[in-house]
């Protein structure tokens, strides 16, 4: 195993996926569940976001030219979808979530576009295609990509102790402080879309 790729892989994504940052935002969306409905959304997340970053990590680039959908159309239909999951933080909508939308919040916007959003799913796939094609390689970039995903199921694993110490009341402001953060996230996503394909059309023209 390449150990110096496996430290690239290992910083670059740890630094895009952020796990703390990430606890306002797991806190917001799974505060009012009870303990074991807050871990399985946590594993159920992590476990989405590996397997994505795993499938555009293998096909990634292939399966946008078959589809014909450029990068920046995935990095703006991630800003939408946040844009929507704010506004239900801001409103105070997931207030009182029930066990039908566990997996829900687990898959949208935790496991994606947040844990494997477009930065991930970017930087992943350009760690493959600079590779040589080695085994070696490619064990360092999975093992990468594994450790940083374990170090984010950690993170929302032991987020608990966060939640005994706000309590509801501080909860429910953490909820509404993380959802004016994750709709600034979004704006920026959708920002950026837009400027990539205006640089895309721009050089085309």
Same mark, same amino acid.
Request: no cysteine; proline share 4%.
């Given at each position: 195993?390449?150990?110096? +790729? /496996?430290?690239?892989?290992? !910083? #670059?994504?740890? !630094?895009?996926?952020? *796990?703390?940052?990430?606890? *306002?935002? /797991?806190?917001?969306?799974?505060?009012a569940l009870p303990a074991?409905?807050?871990?399985?959304?946590?594993?159920?997340?992590? $476990?989405?976001?590996?397997?994505?970053?795993?499938? /555009?990590?293998?096909?990634?680039? #292939?399966?946008?030219?078959?589809?014909? !959908?450029?990068?920046?159309?995935?990095?703006?239909?991630?800003?939408?979808?946040?844009?929507?999951?704010? +506004?239900?933080?801001?409103? =105070?909508?997931?207030?009182?979530?029930? #066990?039908?939308?566990?997996?829900?919040? $687990?898959?949208?916007?935790l496991g994606t576009p947040?844990?494997?959003?477009?930065?991930?799913?970017?930087?992943?796939?350009?760690?493959?295609?600079?590779?040589?094609?080695?085994?070696?390689?490619?064990?360092?970039?999975?093992?990468?990509?594994? $450790?940083?995903?374990?170090?984010?199921? +950690?993170?929302?694993? /032991?987020?608990?102790?966060?939640?005994?110490?706000?309590? *509801? =009341?501080?909860?429910?402001?953490?909820t509404r402080i993380a959802?004016?953060?994750?709709?600034?996230?979004?704006?920026?996503?959708?920002?950026?879309?837009?400027? $990539?394909?205006?640089?895309?059309?721009?050089?085309?023209?």
């Open positions: 195993m390449d150990l110096k +790729l /496996f430290g690239e892989v290992f !910083v #670059t994504l740890l !630094v895009i996926v952020d *796990p703390p940052g990430m606890v *306002p935002i /797991f806190l917001a969306l799974t505060g074991r409905q807050r871990h399985r959304a946590g594993t159920q997340a992590v $476990a989405l976001a590996l397997g994505v970053i795993v499938v /555009f990590a293998v096909a990634g680039q #292939t399966l946008l030219d078959y589809l014909h !959908v450029d990068l920046p159309a995935l990095q703006g239909a991630g800003g939408l979808l946040l844009i929507l999951v704010a +506004l239900e933080l801001l409103t =105070g909508k997931t207030d009182e979530p029930t #066990t039908q939308s566990t997996s829900n919040i $687990a898959l949208v916007p947040l844990l494997a959003g477009p930065g991930a799913i970017v930087a992943t796939m350009l760690f493959v295609q600079r590779s040589d094609g080695s085994a070696a390689e490619y064990v360092s970039i999975g093992a990468g990509i594994v $450790a940083v995903m374990l170090s984010v199921w +950690l993170v929302l694993r /032991f987020s608990g102790v966060i939640v005994k110490i706000l309590r *509801p =009341g501080g909860i429910e402001v953490l959802g004016l953060l994750l709709a600034a996230i979004a704006v920026q996503l959708i920002a950026d879309a837009v400027a $990539a394909f205006v640089r895309q059309y721009a050089a085309g023209g």
